[in-house]
């Protein structure tokens, strides 16, 4: 399973917080939330993309990681 890591990067940057990356973005602070929380059923590509510009990220990897099923139900 995907999973994103912004719950890890907004705490690897203590100047950024999810209010910060809803007016960065223009994303609604409900759906920051959830991608935050990975409680969003679907990822729109559009943004992610504003999120990967508005962090400065250089990598999807540093975004998105892979999760074997067995290591999420522990």
Do not use: C
Request: aromatic share 8%; net charge negative.
């Amino acid at each position: 399973m995907f999973r994103l890591k912004l719950d890890k990067i907004l705490e690897d940057k203590p100047d950024w917080t999810m209010y910060k990356l809803h007016i960065k973005t223009g994303i609604r602070p409900n759906t920051i939330s959830d991608l935050v929380n990975n409680k969003a059923k679907a990822w729109s590509p559009e943004n992610l993309n504003k999120i990967y510009k508005a962090l400065g990220l250089s990598s999807v990897e540093e975004l998105i990681e892979y999760v074997d099923d067995k290591e999420q139900e522990e």
